[in-house]
Nanobody
């Protein structure tokens, strides 16, 4: 069974850092699209960052450029979101996403940035 499991969420003060990790398993063909989304209360879900298994070129929402970094391990079974200089407006539930023939979602992990 395909499974995406996020870890690393939590409470952090403004200016702090968190490292989110998504473990990808269950697809014998692998995943060629990997993304992180987030959704704040009452707001639409937005794409934070994405990366492909092909060229590996990352892309980021303007709001996180220069602060967040998406990456994957060499085996392409883990996708990471390194979040630095966190701001209160980064507070949201963060969701891991992966796709090959179908779309798969993690259950989400809460990130709260507050003093």
């Amino acid at each position: 069974q395909v499974q995406l499991v996020e870890s690393g969420g939590g409470l952090v003060q403004p200016g702090g850092s968190l490292r989110l990790s998504c473990s990808l398993s269950g697809s014998i063909f692998g995943f060629n699209v990997m993304r992180w989304y987030r959704q704040a209360p009452g707001k639409q879900r937005e794409l934070v960052a994405g990366i492909t298994s092909g060229d590996g070129t990352p892309n980021y929402a303007d709001s996180v450029k220069g602060r967040f970094t998406i990456s994957r391990d060499n085996a392409e079974n883990t996708v990471i979101l390194q979040m630095n200089n966190l701001k209160p407006e980064d507070t949201a539930v963060y969701y891991c996403y992966a796709a090959r023939f179908r779309e798969y979602w993690g259950q989400g992990t809460q990130v709260t940035v507050s003093s």
